[in-house]
């Protein structure tokens, strides 16, 4: 029996198998040589190289070997093990040995793909790297994985449409799913969109039938003004402490009948609307709004802030107005966790030669969607801010804060004082995608409403790949919309309050001097507003442009590096309506994955703690971040003990302990000693 | 004890202490780590652009170590993005890098490496919360005893790399390579250091046996807290204070891991310890004593009024004297 092999008492009798991957490897290294190399060292019994050792075929060729020649240690050097580690154990398992004594030489991503250009050094490092891979290997001890519990509910954070179409996913399977929203409402940014492209839909007509599915649903909890403060655990058993803000209405009493707003004498600036019109102190973001409760603004509320008025209460015949709410803190357990917390709009103040802010007739592609939405401030009549007229000439101007190379992307880190993500206006590298079709749409439907309004869109490039984007930009085209290609370098406002654009026209090579009633600027989507912070709580990983990062680029667009936590929507790149629904489909099959298993094998990489040489100094217990590993009182005095169940096993333990006591599994002290060691043979 | 044996005492001591000044202290004396990272000398690295003769480059061995989340997923993406870097660097990875043993990260250099790199998550980033401060911890102080023997402390490396970071990380192999390429090999004439290899290694190992030590690593494992926490009191340690203390650990623990290497190496009497050592008679009987107190060392022979030590592991290995061990009397 082979797995009897595994027991440590035996002698390491180890497999090495080098991989071409094609030419990815053996276009640079010299495959053989590696191979050669590592015939004879010590516990080698077999060495081979493959053309693709994940391929079936050459995970057959392992599986016979493992059995002909007794093999109880595995050696590949091939991809990262980050790739296909998981392969290569499932293949060990499954021909009898346990996973763990499986070794990887990373020999592609740090070796050949890096060191295209010296075939001889690269063959050479790759000798090491296979050595010190073997060296470990001969160390390797079998280990048994843990189960851990699956709790079969999910949570999705973030309401928007992506949010809304993985809740109705999960809750549709008959998973329960908690929907965590920050506003006081579900909808996201979909539910501001008068709109949308290609189709010209109403973007509410079709989301708020989703949005009332998901109030109805009984499987889907919504917990709306709430946000998300602390997250702990590990797949299928996160702990998930959510901050639910007051509402100062209660939700359940609530019918929505609004004699509340009627009444209230506050006044302030409408933010659904953009800061265009005016709302009360007591309010519902839109009549469409789920959960269909009022909530009272306690920046601006009279009675909370000066502590006298109380004239909803009086006047709110189902007694729902609790002043006495407060915010509370809700412990929720989930399985698995879906992160669809959408985008932030990109502020064009960033760029003040556009003039954004200063000219009150200069707006953004979402304050156009207000002004001509029926239900916005304008009741949907395309007035300009600055004097309430109908604009006769309309500019939009494209690629704002994106696609700009020379800013540049900032790109990743943090704000040293204040902890927040540096450069939220500076313009970005990358291309928001949407907006050229926004633009198209827009235009569209300034043309579909004034027949006579002159519509000019300077562009750089028209990006309408999509299904029918190509054909509606077309269409617009054809309906008289002058598409100019060129970036105007600035926009200035004239004494009756026209904006002068002066660019190039590259197709005609000519300087236009042009001048416009209002200007739309097609602002580009960047990572919503605390996205580090909340990245940090979730322990995810950011992409050099700032948005969350999927697992693997092609093969896990909707998962993370981090098992259970799943991604849907513009969080992680920008994308369209149909894509972020997508995007929701993929996640909510992917947690569902998770949420219909049993148990799951957590890989047990906790510390080995040797008796004898601890002292019960406690250095371990103060540092571990976990609080994973406790000093107890013994027979034989204090000494360290781990609890399995918190310990995610990162080895800070192991290398504090003031007498060494303690080492790590699967990366214990001798195992990396050896490694170190062995790494620098082939020089 | 004659007027002649004070005197030498004094200045032994006087020589030491002037060591400590140049060595640890200074070592000790910048608060932040990252700041003398990067802060490279321009004028030191034009010079030694001119003392490296063309044709006869040293290529360097790196050896990192990096963490599964951030800093190897980083080099991954720096392979699946084809950005090419210098070959030097083989990577050992870590599930993070506060699980690098302040002793492991000189293994390396008992092995040949000329350099070694520790790569973590960013601060505030890591996967597990708090492991790349620990390693931040443990590399400033590792470094302080490698100043402290007279290693260039440059030679061990510690920056931060994100999953994202594919050409951060493949621009800090290279300024890395570029800065251990300017220190020169460990050992040898050309090395920055200028010891024969045989004493370089020696110092590496005294280095590492003082890693190992429990004084050192519980002063690791606790200078974040001491240094950034209030105690019940609410004091919080001067840093001043705290470097101090280090510095006399450091000094201490060389000392004492070296008479422990020398005596493994074969039986020695104080005096002859004192002088190849370079520091006084009085300190290396302190430790001497000590040590044989707790049964690391034994009294071998007595040549004519001198007892000689040896340690209990040389009578077990019986290994054979090298020559030319002049620990601390650079």
């Known amino acids: 029996m082979p797995s009897m092999l595994q027991d440590t008492g035996f002698d390491a009798r180890i497999g090495v198998y080098v991989c071409h991957c094609g030419l990815n490897i053996a276009g640079v290294v010299d495959v053989e040589a590696v191979r050669e190399s590592a015939r004879f060292l010590e516990g080698v019994v077999v060495v081979r190289d493959n053309r693709y050792t994940c391929s079936e075929v050459g995970q057959k060729g392992i599986a016979d070997d493992i059995k002909e020649f007794m093999l109880n240690r595995v050696v590949i050097a091939s991809c990262s093990p980050r790739l296909h580690e998981k392969t290569f154990r499932t293949l060990l398992e499954k021909s009898g040995l346990n996973p763990h004594l499986l070794e990887m030489a990373n020999i592609r991503e740090h070796c050949s793909w890096v060191h295209y250009d010296n075939h001889e050094a690269a063959t050479e490092k790759a000798k090491g790297l296979v050595h010190s891979s073997v060296a470990r290997a001969r160390l390797l001890q079998p280990l048994s994985r843990t189960k851990g519990r699956v709790v079969p509910e999910v949570m999705v954070v973030g309401g928007g449409v992506a949010g809304i179409s993985a809740s109705l996913y999960l809750g549709g399977m008959g998973i329960k799913t908690y929907l965590v929203e920050r506003e006081p409402s579900i909808g996201g940014h979909m539910a501001m969109l008068d709109k949308t492209f290609p189709t010209l839909d109403c973007s509410l007509c079709i989301l708020s039938p989703k949005m009332v599915e998901v109030a109805e649903c009984e499987n889907i909890k919504v917990l709306s003004y709430s946000e998300i403060e602390k997250v702990e655990g590990q797949v299928g058993d996160f702990r998930v402490q959510v901050r639910r803000k007051p509402r100062y209405v209660n939700e359940e009493k609530c019918v929505g009948c609004g004699d509340c707003v009627a009444k209230c004498p506050v006044k302030v600036k409408d933010d659904f609307n953009r800061n265009m019109g005016t709302r009360k102190a007591i309010y519902i973001p839109f009549p469409q709004a789920i959960p269909p409760a009022y909530v009272i603004d306690d920046q601006n509320c009279r009675y909370l802030t000066q502590g006298k008025c109380k004239i909803c209460q009086a006047v709110c015949e189902r007694g729902a107005i609790e002043y006495d709410q407060t915010s509370y803190v809700e412990t929720i357990e989930v399985g698995a966790i879906i992160v669809a917390t959408g985008f932030q709009p990109y502020d064009p103040r960033g760029l003040p030669q556009y003039g954004y802010g200063r000219f009150p007739n200069v707006i953004t592609s979402l304050d156009f969607e207000r002004l001509i939405c029926a239900d916005g401030p304008t009741y949907g009549k395309l007035k300009r801010p600055g004097d309430s007229q109908v604009p006769k000439r309309v500019a939009f101007i494209q690629c704002v804060g994106s696609r700009s190379v020379a800013s540049g992307c900032r790109g990743y880190g943090l704000d040293a004082e204040t902890g927040s993500s540096v450069g939220a206006t500076d313009p970005k590298a990358y291309c928001s995608r949407v907006c050229c079709m926004i633009t198209a749409k827009q235009a569209f439907m300034v043309k579909e409403k004034y027949p006579d309004a002159e519509v000019y869109v300077y562009y750089i490039d028209m990006r309408t790949a999509g299904k029918g984007f190509e054909e509606f930009y077309q269409r617009g085209r054809h309906e008289g919309i002058v598409f100019l290609r060129g970036k105007p370098g600035e926009i200035e406002e004239r004494d009756d309050g026209c904006l002068r654009i002066i660019s190039e026209d590259l197709d005609s090579g000519c300087i236009l001097d042009l001048c416009f009633d209002m200007v739309v600027l097609a602002q580009g989507l960047t990572p919503p507003d605390g996205l580090v912070e909340f990245a940090q709580k979730m322990n995810l990983s950011r992409s050099e442009d700032g948005f969350l990062m999927e697992g693997h680029p092609k093969l896990r667009p909707a998962e993370t590096a981090i098992d259970g936590i799943y991604l849907a929507g513009c969080v992680q790149f920008p994308k369209d309506i149909p894509d972020s629904v997508a995007q929701a489909g993929a996640a909510a099959a992917a947690a569902a994955v998770t949420c219909s298993k049993e148990s799951i094998e957590i890989d047990p990489l906790g510390p080995v703690i040797d008796e004898a040489l601890c002292i019960g100094c406690k250095l371990c217990e103060m540092l571990c971040p976990y609080g994973a590993i406790k000093v107890e009182l013994t027979d034989k005095g204090p000494k360290a003990k781990s609890i399995e169940v918190a310990c995610k096993g990162c080895g800070v333990c192991g290398a504090s302990c003031s007498t060494r006591a303690i080492t790590m599994k699967h990366y214990t002290d001798s195992q990396l000693t050896a490694q170190a060691k062995a790494i620098l043979e082939v020089v | ?330």
């Not at chain 2, 070296?258 to 005096?271: D, H, N, Q, R, Y």
């Open chain 2, 1 to 330: 004890m004659s007027q002649q044996a004070m005197d030498d005492m004094n200045q032994a001591e006087h020589v030491l202490g002037i060591e400590q000044a140049q060595g640890l202290g200074h070592a000790l004396g910048t608060e932040s780590l990252i700041e003398t990272e990067h802060g490279i000398d321009k004028e030191k690295a034009f010079r030694d652009e001119q003392a490296i003769e063309p044709g006869k480059a040293f290529e360097p061995v790196i050896v990192g170590f990096l963490c599964n989340w951030c800093s190897y997923a980083g080099a991954d993406l720096a392979g699946t993005s084809r950005l090419s870097y210098p070959t030097n660097l083989r990577v050992i990875r870590v599930m993070c890098s506060g699980r690098v043993d302040p002793g492991l990260m000189l293994e390396p250099f008992l092995r040949g490496a000329d350099g070694v790199m520790v790569l973590g998550c960013h601060p505030a980033d890591c996967h597990y919360l708090t492991g790349n401060y620990q390693a931040e911890q443990r590399v400033f102080c590792v470094r302080a005893v490698l100043e402290h023997l007279g290693i260039e402390s440059g030679r061990l490396y510690l920056d931060w790399v994100s999953a994202s970071e594919g050409a951060r990380f493949a621009e800090l192999v290279m300024e890395f390579a570029h800065q251990v390429k300017r220190l020169g090999p460990i050992g040898g004439r050309e090395s920055r250091e200028g010891l024969p290899l045989p004493e370089f290694m020696r110092r590496v190992q005294v280095a590492k046996r003082v890693t190992e030590g429990e004084k050192f690593r519980w002063l690791v494992g606790r200078r974040k807290a001491l240094l950034e926490e209030e105690n019940v009191y609410k004091e919080q340690l001067p840093g001043r204070r705290f470097h101090d203390l280090m510095s006399f650990v450091v000094v201490e623990e060389c000392l004492r891991a070296a008479i422990e290497l020398l005596t493994e190496e074969g039986p020695m009497s104080v005096k002859d310890m004192a002088e190849t050592l370079g520091v006084s008679a009085r300190k290396v009987l302190e430790h001497t004593a000590y040590l044989k107190k707790f049964g690391f060392l034994e009294l071998h022979d007595v040549i004519g009024c001198s007892p000689r030590y040896v340690s209990l592991k040389h009578r077990l290995s019986k290994g054979e004297r090298q020559e030319g061990f002049c620990l601390m009397s650079l």
